[in-house]
């Protein structure tokens, strides 16, 4: 009885026949799909006929519009090969030849592979006009360069000369080492002079946009688009059309108990997934694919999965993604709350997929806007990771099983440490790591995840028909980043190294260093020949560790050296926004990594220092703050920063107007702004708090660094502490008798 049971629940597609004809459809009778099939031939004077069926299936479909994909990609190629220069002869001929379209692509994209030495990982375009107008938006971010000053040199107190690179600002897609200046740095050879500005009729964002087709099932349409995306981002197994009579081949319902909705898991595992990873990533994505869909619990966990489910819901505007669905402010706060039950029911946290699930954590939570809570995640990250070794390289057999273990481990450092330099970068603290140890070997670069394609996936799905195709490039991204991360490292310990005085000469080495590994990243990683997320996050990433490096010295000139700290870091805010602003034209910022905010802050508070010393214009300034009020939607942290360049405005009497509305203002800011005019404002602004850190609180008054003997005033912080700049426990002085305090009287 079990067994038939078993057999009528798995019975699919071979076992029914998919399309019976149209008179075994009229008696409702069996058919077995022959032609003509054997019920009719039974039957004399019974003509058999097969209508073609209405709904086809999903694979069918999927067939189809991949061979009409592939088609107009193979024309599309050839029309931009004919219209170019150097190689519409060669293409004219092989079409008079009698070559194929499939031939000539071929030929093409070997060619190209050859002359790029790229491995053939290149951006291929579906038509000419969207080549153009991507190319147009990126236009800015690649010809961003620096003042062409040349007298870069400066000596040190014994007297011996050093030169920093000549290319100090190295133009994006331009190589400037010299091994390089030969070969062909614009894979996707832009023509800027021909493509359509911004206004010429282009709708924004340039990539993801995803429109339904007039007259068509818009359900059934974003289904079908959500399954192609979550199929190429997570793999075949992952966006299947449920189905009743079969057994789901992933056991994603079993990972958490917030849904039992198995497709709202894939759908937001696929959003964290294009659009946040691989920046700050501790966790192997194939690994834990793998795991997730078998239920293997090695590479895979409950508290993992809710933590990365609550990074995902970010990127969406469904209500099921809230734990308030009318409240988009708690998405992803039922995911996170269980995340942290699991956490505290751990007995031992000395486990990877614990290691990888914190630095998920304290990403959602830097996104949010609580850096105090995000600190605090991180550094549990880092400091398990050093406990468990996984700094240290293991002995690699040749099994598959040691490669997977070594893999993993290497992912799950590798994240943590990044996460850990990027915190104490934002903060201005020591890592907490030690300078000098050797680190461990960097998650390897596999070519078939490198050549896989990404595509961008939002609410909607992905586009069926998409502007153009980019390999993901992923494990160059993340090696380029995690080297980033290792130059990061040795420049906070220039810069906060205390029985040690920062130099001229050790400022200028550090950014030499920075400059250098622009100069050798790999030529995939140039915006000439990649713009994914992850790409252009790397490049902001590069200015904004930049521009942090000269801050604190904006009001010093370095002797014998031209490089202006001041100059620097109105380039690199300059950078930053640019970069945004091409983000912004080709995915919105709607859907931005978690630190992207933190960058746009730090670039706008350079430009509120630019524009204070009238050496620009307000434009870049009105720029950042219209970008961070975008940005709101997905990041809490966004608000909290256009209150910060409200009241530096203010505090610094900048002479350009904040416009005043509900998003960005604080609250104790709009009541003061009610009664007690631009000076109350002021007053209540940014304050600190004595639950928080307050590392982004630039309104600190003496009464919130000295403490008294005497009684607590109403309002003041109830703790008492000697020494302003040491650490205080973290206590709401509002609700001292929840806690179980009370005021001495």
Not at 26 to 51: F, H, I, L, M, W
Not at 381 to 410: P, W, Y
Not at 572 to 582: F, R
Not at 705 to 722: E, K, Q, S, T, Y
């Amino acid at each position: 009885m079990e067994g038939s049971v078993n057999s009528k629940r798995r019975r699919g597609l071979g076992v029914v026949t998919p399309n019976a004809c149209t008179e075994c459809r009229k008696k409702r009778a069996k058919c077995d799909g022959n032609n003509p099939c054997g019920r009719c031939t039974s039957q004399k004077g019974t003509e058999c006929v097969y209508e073609v069926p209405v709904r086809q299936s999903k694979e069918h479909m999927r067939s189809e519009i991949e061979q009409l994909r592939i088609q107009q990609r193979q024309s599309e190629r050839i029309l931009a090969a004919l219209v170019s220069s150097d190689r519409s002869e060669q293409v004219l001929d092989q079409l008079r030849n009698g070559e194929t379209l499939e031939t000539i692509t071929h030929k093409l994209d070997h060619s190209t592979s050859e002359s790029s030495g790229s491995g053939g990982n290149v951006t291929t375009f579906s038509r000419l006009s969207d080549h153009q107008a991507i190319g147009q938006a990126l236009k800015p971010a690649k010809s961003t360069a620096s003042s062409p000053t040349s007298t870069l040199a400066f000596s040190d107190s014994s007297g011996i000369p050093h030169t920093l690179p000549t290319g100090t600002w190295p133009a994006w897609g331009a190589e400037s080492s010299t091994s390089l200046q030969n070969e062909d740095t614009d894979m996707m050879r832009w023509d800027p002079d021909t493509g359509p500005s911004p206004d010429q009729g282009h709708t924004y964002p340039l990539i993801g946009g995803w429109h339904h087709q007039s007259g068509s099932d818009s359900d059934t349409a974003i289904q079908q688009a959500r399954g192609y995306g979550q199929e190429t981002i997570l793999g075949s197994p992952f966006g299947m059309e449920e189905d009743p009579n079969q057994e789901h081949p992933n056991s994603n319902e079993a990972w958490t108990r917030v849904t039992s909705d198995g497709a709202l898991v894939e759908h937001l595992m696929a959003l964290y997934f294009c659009w946040e990873y691989p920046t700050f990533a501790s966790l192997s994505k194939e690994h834990f694919l793998e795991d997730f869909r078998t239920g293997n619990q090695r590479h895979c966990s409950s508290l993992l999965v809710n933590a990365l489910l609550a990074v995902g819901c970010r990127f969406s505007s469904q209500a099921s993604t809230r734990a308030d669905p009318n409240d988009p402010n708690t998405s992803g706060d039922h995911f996170f709350a269980e995340a942290l039950r699991l956490l505290g029911e751990q007995p031992d946290r000395h486990v990877l997929t614990t290691i990888q699930a914190l630095g998920l954590m304290s990403i959602r939570e830097a996104s949010c806007g609580r850096s105090s809570e995000s600190l605090f995640l991180s550094g549990q990250s880092i400091r398990l990771a050093i406990e468990m070794g996984l700094h240290l390289d293991i002995n690699i057999s040749h099994s598959k099983e040691s490669a997977i273990e070594h893999a993993v481990r290497s992912a799950t450092f590798w994240g943590a440490f990044s996460l850990d330099q990027a915190w104490s970068l934002s903060i201005g603290r020591l890592p907490h790591f030690s300078r000098d140890t050797k680190l461990a070997t960097k998650p390897a670069i596999v070519d078939h995840v490198e050549s896989a394609a990404w595509i961008p996936y939002t609410d909607d799905g992905a586009p069926l028909e998409r502007s153009c195709t980019q390999p993901s490039n992923v494990r160059s991204v993340y090696k380029t980043f995690c080297e980033l991360s290792e130059i990061i490292h040795k420049s906070l310990y220039t810069l906060y190294s205390p029985g040690t005085h920062v130099t001229s000469k050790a400022l200028l080495e550090a950014y030499t260093h920075y400059l250098n590994w622009y100069d050798v990243i790999p030529a995939s990683l140039r915006l000439g020949h990649n713009f994914t997320p992850a790409v252009l996050f790397a490049h902001m990433y590069y200015h904004y560790a930049i521009l942090l490096l000269f801050r604190p010295f904006i009001k010093l000139d370095i002797v014998g050296s031209g490089v202006s700290p001041r100059d620097v870091c109105s380039q690199a805010a300059s950078a930053i926004s640019t970069l945004v602003n091409s983000y912004s034209q080709l995915y919105t910022l709607r859907r931005t990594p978690s630190f992207v905010p933190y960058f746009v802050l730090t670039s706008s508070i350079a430009h509120i220092v630019t524009l204070g010393n009238a050496r620009e214009g307000p434009e870049q300034l009105k720029k950042g703050i219209a970008d961070l009020k975008e940005m709101t939607s997905c990041h809490g942290f966004a608000i909290r920063a256009l209150d910060i360049l409200r009241y530096l405005i203010l505090h610094w009497d900048v002479d350009i107007e904040f416009e005043d509305d509900d998003e960005g203002v604080a609250e104790g800011a709009r009541e003061g702004g009610e009664g007690g005019g631009e000076g109350k404002w002021r007053q209540e602004m940014c304050r600190p708090k004595s639950t928080s850190l307050n590392q982004f609180c630039p309104n600190v008054e003496s009464v919130d660094v000295v403490n008294g003997i005497g009684r607590v005033v109403l309002g003041d912080n109830p703790l008492f502490w000697p020494f302003p700049l040491q650490g205080r426990p973290l206590l709401d002085g509002r609700a001292l008798e929840i806690g179980g305090f009370r005021l001495v009287p």
